[in-house]
C-alpha cells in the first residue's frame, strides 16, 4: 500500500503537533512540582508576606504555579523602569494566589506591562450616544487577553501590605479571571458543582447592599470601586477575601462562601499571625 506525499505531510504534521502537545504538558507538570529556590522564597516572603500564612501545602502548589507563570509571562518595564527578578517574583507570587488550588489558568496571557508608578491610560464613557475619551490616572488595566499593566508603586505596595483591603495584582489578576468565562462580568468559570443560582444569590445581594452603603456615605469592607459594576465588585471583594478574610466571612457569609468554594481556598483559616 502506498501514500500519497499529501497524505504523508498531513501525518507529519499531525505527529510533529501531538509530540509538541505531549512536550508541553511534561514541561508544565515538571514546573508544577517544582519549588522555588530558597533566594527566590526569601525574596518571595519578603515582599509578599502574606505567603508566610499559606499553609505547607499551598505553598508548594502556588510556587508550582508561580514557575508556571514565570516560564509563560513575557514583563516589560515602561517609561525607561528595567524590571528585576525582584518585582517578577513579588507580581508573580500575588498574581497566582487566586489560582493556586484551582484547575483555570491565564492561559491567553502572555504579557505583564509594568510603569514605574500610577499612569496614565484612555478611557472611553458613554454620555446618551457621545462616547468621551478621558485621559486618567491607573494604577492598573487588564484586557480580556492580556496585556496586564500595573504600576510597580502600587504593586510593591500591595504585597508588602497585606491587611490594608488594597491589591492592584489580585484585583487585575480577578479580572483575568473573571475573562476566562468569556466575558468580564462578575461571573467567572464556576467550580464542578457550583450552582450558578447561589452565586448569583450572593453576589448580587452583597453588590447591592455595598451600593446603598457607597450611596449613603456609610463605611464599606469591600472598597467603594467595587460600586461601579459589577465586574469591578467581584475583582475587589477577591482582594478583600485575601486580605481581610474574616472580616468578609462575618459581614457577608454567603459571598465569603461562594468564594471559598470557587478557589477552594480558606484564607480566614490560615495564620494570621504569619503575615
Known amino acids: 500500500m502506498t501514500y500519497s506525499p499529501l497524505l504523508l505531510l498531513g501525518l507529519l504534521i499531525v505527529a510533529v503537533l501531538l509530540y509538541r502537545r505531549s512536550a508541553l504538558r511534561r514541561k508544565r507538570e515538571r514546573l508544577l512540582a517544582a519549588p522555588l529556590t530558597s533566594e527566590q522564597r526569601r525574596v518571595v516572603m519578603e515582599l509578599v508576606p502574606i505567603v508566610r500564612r499559606l499553609p505547607a501545602s499551598l505553598r508548594l502548589k502556588l510556587e508550582g504555579k ?3 507563570f514565570l516560564d509563560q509571562i513575557t514583563f516589560h518595564g515602561n517609561n525607561g ?12 507570587a500575588q498574581a497566582c494566589l487566586p489560582v493556586m488550588n484551582s484547575p483555570v489558568w491565564y ?22 450616544i457621545v462616547v468621551h475619551e478621558n485621559d486618567i490616572g491607573a494604577l492598573g488595566e487588564s484586557w480580556e487577553r492580556g496585556p496586564v499593566v ?11 501590605y497585606p491587611q490594608d483591603g488594597h491589591n492592584v495584582v489580585i484585583h487585575e489578576f480577578a479580572h483575568q479571571l473573571d475573562a476566562l468565562s468569556g466575558r468580564t462580568n462578575g461571573v467567572p468559570i464556576l467550580r464542578r458543582g457550583q450552582a450558578f443560582a447561589g452565586w448569583e ?20 469592607l469591600v472598597d467603594a470601586y467595587g460600586a461601579r459594576n459589577h465586574q469591578e465588585f467581584f475583582a475587589e471583594a477577591i482582594v478583600t477575601f485575601f486580605e481581610k478574610p474574616e472580616d468578609l ?22 495564620d494570621a499571625t504569619e503575615a
Open 66 to 68: 508561580m514557575n508556571v
Open 81 to 92: 523602569l528595567e524590571v528585576t527578578d525582584r518585582m517578577k517574583l513579588s507580581i508573580s
Open 107 to 128: 492561559d491567553a496571557l502572555r504579557t505583564v506591562l509594568i510603569y514605574p508608578a500610577a499612569f496614565r491610560a484612555n478611557r472611553n464613557t458613554h454620555d446618551g
Open 150 to 160: 500595573l504600576s510597580w508603586d502600587d504593586a510593591l505596595r500591595g504585597g508588602l
Open 201 to 220: 444569590k450572593a453576589m448580587l445581594d452583597a453588590f447591592q447592599d455595598h451600593v446603598r452603603r457607597v450611596e449613603s456615605g456609610r463605611p464599606t
Open 249 to 270: 466571612r462575618g459581614e457577608e457569609p454567603a459571598l465569603y462562601a461562594q468564594l471559598a468554594r470557587l478557589l477552594a481556598l480558606d484564607p480566614a483559616q490560615w
